[in-house]
């Protein structure tokens, strides 16, 4: 079965940088576009980032362009994100999420990243 | 772009039907039929329920329907269950994503 699961997250001082794993497995990874999507404490999901299958496109939020970075490894069916710069509105549960070109069919557990000093 | 407009809360008694409306504009809901609707219990990851507006994935009961009307998407579902008490989001799929801010159902 379908399985994402993410890591890294955790407390972090404004300014500084963290990056986010999602371990993939059930499914041919590299066939699949995938997303971070983000949920601050008490709101709504907001869409961060996607890469396209081959890694070789990357959209972003405009609140995070320039400072947040998309990545895969096929090879290891992980997909990351690089998370620089971090500000205190970027406290969130970070989920990734497999594509199916129109919605997402698969969400991980998610992980929470606090930015605070 | 903004987000899409849902109400924030709604609420029903076991068997009966509810509808969650899903307000956007004519670039997004509009455009496409690239609607999808999540569940979410609190503290838990989102899960899909309805994709392309209607259709529904292998193992999501029947009770739950989804429909189109020009720039409003519409989530329905009949028969509520005690266990159908979660928030319910949104979502446009089209040139970027964007999500509705979410409607908490209460079955009373």
């Known amino acids: 079965q379908v399985q994402l699961v993410e890591s890294g997250g955790g407390v972090v001082q404004p300014g500084r940088s963290l990056r986010l794993s999602c371990a993939a497995s059930g499914f041919t990874v590299s066939r699949y576009g995938m997303h971070w999507v983000r949920q601050a404490p008490g709101k709504g999901l907001a869409w961060v980032a996607v890469?396209?299958?081959?890694?070789?496109?990357?959209y972003y939020e405009d609140s995070v362009k320039g400072r947040f970075t998309i990545s895969r490894d096929n090879s290891k069916n992980t997909l990351y994100l690089q998370m620089n710069s971090l500000r205190a509105e970027d406290t969130a549960v970070y989920y990734c999420?497999?594509?199916?070109?129109?919605?997402?069919?698969?969400w991980g557990q998610g992980t929470l990243v606090t930015v605070s000093s | 772009q903004s987000a899409l407009t849902q109400p924030a809360s709604v609420s029903g008694s076991p068997g009966q039907s509810i509808t969650i409306s899903c307000t956007g504009t004519s670039s997004d809901i509009g455009a496409y039929n690239y609607v999808s609707w999540y569940q979410q219990y609190p503290g838990k990851a989102p899960k899909l329920m309805i994709y392309e507006v209607s259709h529904r994935p292998s193992g999501v009961s029947n009770r739950f329907s989804g429909s189109k009307s020009g720039n409003t998407a519409s989530l329905t579902i009949s028969g509520l269950q005690a266990e159908d008490e979660a928030d319910y989001y949104c979502s446009s799929y089209t040139s970027s994503v964007i999500f509705g801010g979410g409607t908490k159902l209460t079955v009373l």
């Open positions: 999420a497999k594509d199916s070109m129109s919605y997402f069919d698969y």
């Open positions: 890469i396209s299958y081959d890694g070789t496109k990357k």
